[in-house]
């Protein structure tokens, strides 16, 4: 089904399942451990050994000479994989860092060995005795370092190409004339997912076909790549992902696990599995990198934005991508004179990736921050001074719109519900016992990009409705919207729909990822559902515009059948993928929202605790505000980690992050948050999808850490530009304790 | 090139001693020092009850008690999340106490009688706070909520109890079920798909303060 | 991990007798340090000797009016104890400060206080240490180094002993009694039993091989005003980035110790003796001599800081 025009009324419409709030359909086989994620797949194929793998010690250099021969000789080991015999590999062109090196390291805790062996603690027991001799290069580790040297990257396209600034109007000029300025300089700190599900997998070979039990937030991609490693064709391929222990992004290209399972299965000629470890996920995999940015804003006294520059510096292995830190900048406030530009350096640190909401969240950290100091010194209202500084249009490509755009009643939506009002203009006024507390807001937005997806929708002779696509549920609750837009289209209840998801044998879908999933995957099921009601339809020689699907049943023309009864004869399938024509291209696609924060900072110790939190979005159509609701709040929280506690530290010496574990990585517990609440605004975008529907997972933590670092200074006064914003950095400004 | 003469020398002065400039030379992978290869691994027996069966065993003394669960019984509910003791996805019951089975050695519990996420409930027969995390939407991923569900159900006996909390104004004085003691006793679990509010209430709803 | 063998001891002597006797063998309590670093290749015993059976876990009045923790006590036991709540609320509330509800369970007083660094460098085997690998130099000197030592710490090492219940028992003077191999008994002031890293960071405790701690012991409750601040990045399920543990007697006079700066609990007379004059002299007293990194120097304003935060609420009681 092609899209290229305004989706007028469609069955969705009727929303009796769409858009109500619906428990999910995965609830009893998650709450009961009875979900199967990838490791744990003992019912899929016998035999299996187990995998341990060996990374790198040292950030750059060489393998002199990797002695495996003790390990070899260890009690239950297969075999030791290594570079040097594992037999014909490529790297993928998604993965910059190679997932199994040797001779050359390109960082720190990248792959140099497997460990086969029949049971893990033999696997990892035989590790500690290989022996390796390294040449040790220096590297280049510190960021700030290449802050004058590192060159443009990047263009119209975002990422990677053309290496220029991009300008409307002309900055300088106009900044160099505005009456009040601010120029400041922000910092994020390299970030890792710590999804809760470590990276897994398992792999069988028969013959020259490979099937991987993995996790994953992308199955068409994952076969795309595991077909590049092992130069076999995609056909030969087979990756089931039907349980994903979370992704935020780092299981969407292939990792270190679902490789050395294919190289240890090809080397064993028996099926291996392979985790990795909680303390390698920090250097083995891949991260949010770290980012410089560079904010200048200039206006009138009014507080009308003349001139916006956003500038960001970030590093990757050669031939990595840049965090797109100004990617929001583009488009979030009007503003007739701007640029943007990114600056790349060359780091020999592990490989910077995508992670929810990549350069989108970073960015926001930053500019909503600059908005925040750019508020006080106008001297107006941080809600106010945004709101006058609202676009309609692209500020770039004035005539470019946003298909709905409503993030002005999410900022006074939002303040009207969260007593905003009584925010104090000025900081370090409000004080609660030993607690100083201020309010801070920041926007949020994210564009929703329009991806083609698949999927097959059969009607069994019992009535059912099964679905398959190889989308995947990475915690988004996929499994259950994608029943409910099956439910709605074919007019059954919720109970008579099934969703089989996450295997590369059913058709491919947008996946997990970037926002694009939800409103994609739904949209290609309804395509699919589309295809199947014109069958039912075809099958009674019904009019398939007339016909209408409700209650079980098929209803045109007087005529009333049972959905069982037409398929009594034999299954119907509908398959079918919803693409997108130019209309998707000539609008922005975008969410847009407003978060509130209420933070309270000790007077004493300069401990940050989180009080109160709201988000308001405009999101397109909900499909499921139960799980919506759930994304929200779990991007809240995410983001108050990365305004208080997230950072893995560079050891600028040695080339790694130091804190490689969940006990030295801190992010959120139960204790950090209180109370969080959630508005959706209405709104069905027609010009989005048949869905009407937009993404939210990437939207809901684009400025959190700012409205977070916003309410500190309201809170006490102390301006924190460097990420995050731990007591160490407030301590000496406090107020003097009275 | 080989920058490893360069290297030294600018560690020799972060470093104490001329050892830790050789150790620079060749740093060595995990835990290298020459050690003499044992035979085969000491396995034990090993007889414990888990979710009311009993099973004997005979394990690798170095197999903990999640790895026993997970790999030996197959009981895959209790998660792997750290294998440190730093996010209690591993969480279960044993003799009625919540604890990590990452950080136990199967070995150490012979003789006692473990409760898994499977011995709450099942599909057809939910535990009330397997239906209440459900009907609140207190998980994503589903990755921790099995460790979850099972601290949840430990954390309101530990309540009825009178286990104390660092949430308690007064340590000497009996618990109650409040948000505030229902956060600080579930920090042990991480979820990094944030459903922490609505794991909050789902357990206000099991302990009865909340429907 | 290295394979390694393993028994159930019978009787403290008998335990203290195994691992004395097994080269490479340790006592195995709750596990949950141990194992944690067994599986890192930071531990590497040949042989673990379990005390789960040594009768260990009674918490006892002692006849001059304290009491006595038996070695194998959970965590959760001892601060669930009414009357540690009611006599010893700053050990209370220091284990409830600790780690998450799953490790109280199975933490024990014994294990605890013989817990080991968290320094980021002493966790990564692949990293100098001087604690893991005596004279392989300290690669944290220089490094990243936050949540480091500020005082007591040497040119060796600059490590901290990271727990909360020690502190608590600092300012509470409590003893620690052990059995030997030859089964010898010995009482050690807990102000003696964690030793400064000095040239050997890798002996932590005045432990001698084989020697099994059996109980620590309580001296009469000291009255006065239990407090146990702990100051943290995240709300809970964190190390102290600094604690402060107090008894505040209404005269004004009182007991300071402070956890997270030092290789033990750091406790200094001088600094209790100046309580009447207020945080600033006490907090200077407590951190002469204080060696901070870069990293870490905020800890010692920090520590002043907190102890004002105690007294004023001591004072507001």
């Known amino acids: 089904m092609k899209f290229d025009a305004p989706s007028g009324p469609n069955p969705i419409d009727r929303m009796k399942v769409v858009g109500r709030t619906t428990s999910r359909i995965d609830g009893p086989v998650k709450t009961t451990g009875a979900a199967p994620y990838a490791y744990e797949r003992h019912d899929v194929v016998a035999n299996q050994a187990y995998g341990y793998m060996l990374g790198s010690a040292i950030a750059k250099g060489r393998i002199k000479r990797i002695d495996t021969a003790d390990a070899e000789r260890a009690p239950g080991v297969l075999k030791i994989v290594t570079a040097a015999n594992a037999g014909p590999f490529a790297t993928s062109r998604h993965n910059t860092a ?96 710590q999804m809760m599900e470590p990276h897994a997998s398992i792999a069988a070979w028969s013959g020259d076909e490979l099937t991987v039990w993995t996790s994953t937030q992308m199955v068409a991609w994952a076969v795309q790549d595991l077909s590049h490693t092992f130069l076999i064709p995609q056909e030969k391929i087979r990756v089931l992902s039907p349980y994903v222990g979370g992704g935020f992004g780092a299981k969407l290209r292939i990792r270190a696990d679902v490789v050395l399972a294919a190289l240890g299965a090809r080397a064993v000629g028996r099926p ?13 995999t891949v991260h949010r990198a770290a ?37 929001q900048t583009r488009l979030l406030y009007a503003g007739l004179n701007r640029l943007t530009s990114m600056r790349q350096a060359v780091l020999d640190l592990p490989e910077g990736n995508s992670m929810r909401a990549p350069g989108a969240a970073p960015g926001m950290m930053a500019l909503e921050i600059a908005m925040d100091e750019m508020a006080e010194k106008l001297g107006l209202d941080p809600v106010e001074f945004r709101i006058r500084n609202d676009t309609q249009v692209d500020p770039e490509k004035p005539d470019k719109r946003f298909s709905e755009r409503q993030l002005v009643r999410c900022l006074r939506d939002g303040a009207a519900k969260f007593g905003w009002s009584r925010r104090p203009m000025r900081p370090a006024q ?80 947008a996946g997990s990822g970037g926002q694009f999933g939800a409103s994609n995957s739904t949209s290609g099921v309804y395509a699919a559902c589309v295809k199947l009601r014109e069958a039912v339809a075809r099958q009674l020689n019904m009019e398939p515009d007339r016909a209408v699907f409700e209650s079980g049943h098929v209803v045109a ?48 110790t300069g401990e940050v605790r989180v009080r109160r939190m709201l988000a308001v979005c405009a999101a397109g159509r909900i499909l499921n505000p139960i799980s919506a609701r759930s994304q929200m709040i779990g991007a809240m929280t995410m983001g108050v980690g990365a305004a208080l506690m997230e950072e893995m530290v560079v050891d600028k010496r040695f080339g790694f992050f130091v804190n490689h574990d969940l006990a030295s990585y801190e992010v959120p517990v139960h204790a950090d948050i209180q109370e969080q609440e959630v508005l959706f605004l209405d709104e069905a975008d027609e010009m989005a999808n048949p869905m009407k529907a937009k993404g939210l997972g990437e939207l809901a933590i684009t400025g959190v850490a700012a409205a977070v670092a916003n309410a500190i200074y309201n809170a006490c006064g102390v301006r924190v530009r460097d990420y995050p914003l731990t007591l160490d950095k407030l301590l000496d400004r406090l107020p003097r304790i009275a | 090139m080989d920058d490893d003469r360069k290297l030294e020398l600018s560690r020799r002065g972060l470093l104490v001693g001329s050892a830790a400039a050789a150790a620079a030379t060749a740093v060595p992978s995990a835990g290298t020092q020459a050690t003499p290869l044992r035979p085969n ?78 011995g709450l409930g099942t599909i057809e027969q939910l535990h009330p706070m397997q239906a209440a995390f459900i009907k609140h939407d207190s998980y994503q991923c589903g990755y921790c909520t099995p460790g979850q569900i099972c601290s949840a159900v430990a954390v309101l006996d530990e309540i009825k109890r009178g286990v104390p909390s660092h949430a308690q104004v007064d340590i000497a004085a009996r618990p109650d079920p409040s948000d505030a003691e229902l956060r600080e006793r579930m920090s042990g679990n991480i979820c990094r798909c944030g459903a922490y509010s609505n794991i909050v209430e789902a357990m206000a709803e099991v302990a009865g303060a909340r429907t | ?150 005082i007591g710490t040497s040119d060796a090492c600059i490590a901290t002993y990271p727990g909360d219940m020690a502190v608590a028992l600092r300012v509470l003077d409590a003893t620690i ?56 990045d995240r709300a809970s399920y964190a190390f102290a980035l600094i604690s402060v543990a107090a008894v505040l007697q209404r005269g004004g006079t009182g007991r300071v110790a402070v956890g997270g700066v030092a290789p033990k609990p750091w406790r200094v007379p001088a600094a209790d003796a100046a309580i009447p004059q207020g945080s600033g002299t006490v907090a200077a007293r407590l951190m002469a001599g204080a060696r901070p990194t870069e990293d870490n120097a905020f800890k010692v304003p920090l520590v002043e800081r907190t102890l004002a935060a105690v007294m004023t609420k001591a004072s507001a009681a």
């Open chain 1, 430 to 509: 409000r004080r609660d016992g030993s607690w100083w507390v201020g309010l801070g807001v920041s926007s949020a937005f994210h564009n929703s990009p329009a991806m083609k997806s698949a999927a097959r929708v059969r009607l069994e002779p019992s009535g059912r409705i099964l679905v398959e696509t190889d989308m995947t549920d990475i915690g988004t609750g996929s499994y259950t919207i994608i029943a409910q837009t099956a439910a709605e289209m074919m007019g059954v209840p919720l109970d008579m729909v099934e969703v089989r998801l996450g295997d590369s044998h059913f058709p491919a879908a």
């Open chain 1, 291 to 327: 980012t410089i940015q560079r904010i200048r804003l200039g206006c009138d006294r009014e507080g009308r934005i003349g001139a916006i520059a956003h500038e960001s510096l970030s590093g990757n292995l050669e031939g990595g991508r840049p965090v797109t830190a100004t990617a």
């Open chain 1, 557 to 604: 023309d007087r005529r009333r059948v049972s959905l069982a009864d037409v398929a009594r004869g034999g299954a119907l399938t509908g398959e079918d993928a919803i693409e997108y024509g130019d209309m998707s291209r000539s609008v922005h696609l975008s969410t847009f929202g407003a978060h509130f924060v209420e933070a309270a900072v000790h007077a004493y």
């Open chain 3, 177 to 232: 009694e052990t059995v030997d191999p030859q089964g010898a008994t010995r009482a050690i002031p807990i102000a003696d039993f964690h030793r400064l890293w000095g040239d050997t960071p890798h002996i932590e405790t005045e432990l001698k091989p084989g020697e099994l701690i059996t109980s620590v012991t309580l001296p009469r409750p000291l009255g006065g005003r239990h407090i146990y601040q702990k100051v943290r």
């Open chain 1, 272 to 284: 291996v599995k392979v985790a990795i470890t909680r303390p390698q996920t920090m250097n083995n």
């Open chain 3, 1 to 150: 991990m290295k394979a390694f063998t393993y028994e159930r001891a019978k009787s403290p002597s008998e335990a203290a007798a195994a691992v004395a006797g097994t080269p490479g063998a340790k006592f195995l309590a709750g596990g949950t340090n141990l194992l944690d670093l067994m599986k890192l290749q930071i531990e590497i015993p040949t042989h673990l000797v379990d005390l789960q059976d040594l009768g260990l876990d009674r918490i006892e009045k002692t006849p001059e009016g304290g009491m006595r923790v038996g070695a194998l006590v959970t965590n959760t036991a001892l601060a669930s104890d009414p009357r540690v709540r009611r006599d010893y609320a700053v050990l209370a509330r220091a284990i409830v400060s600790g780690a998450s509800g799953q490790l109280r369970n199975r933490a024990t007083t014994a294990g605890n206080l013989l817990q080991r660094t968290r320094c980021p460098y002493f966790y990564d085997p692949n990293q100098p240490c001087n604690k893991r690998q005596p004279g392989s130099g300290c690669a944290a000197i220089g490094g990243f180094s936050r949540q480091l030592g500020v």
């Open chain 1, 98 to 193: 190679r997932l199994l090196a040797g001779p050359e390291i390109q960082h720190y805790d990248q792959a140099i060995a497997l460990i086969v062996a029949e049971t893990f603690e033999q696997a990892r027991a035989a590790a500690t005795l290989i022996r390796v001799d390294y040449a040790r290069v220096q590297g280049r580790y510190d960021l700030a370092a290449q802050k004058d040297t590192a060159p443009l990257v990047g263009g119209s396209s975002g990422e990677g190409s053309a290496a220029a600034a991009l300008r409307t109007g002309d900055f300088e000029a106009a900044f160099a004339a505005a009456p009040v300025k601010l120029d400041a300089t922000y910092s994020t700190p390299d970030q890792s997912h």
């Open chain 2, 41 to 118: 691994p000491a396995t034990m027996p090993v007889s414990f009850e888990v979710n009311g069966t009993r099973y004997d065993l005979d394990l690798d003394t170095r197999t903990t008690l999640l790895d026993a669960l997970r790999e030996h019984l197959k009981l895959t509910g209790t998660k792997k999340g750290c294998d440190h003791g730093q996010c209690g996805a591993c969480t279960v019951l044993v003799n009625g106490e919540r604890i990590n089975a990452c950080l136990s050695l199967a070995v150490q519990h012979s003789g006692d009688a473990v409760t898994t996420i499977e």
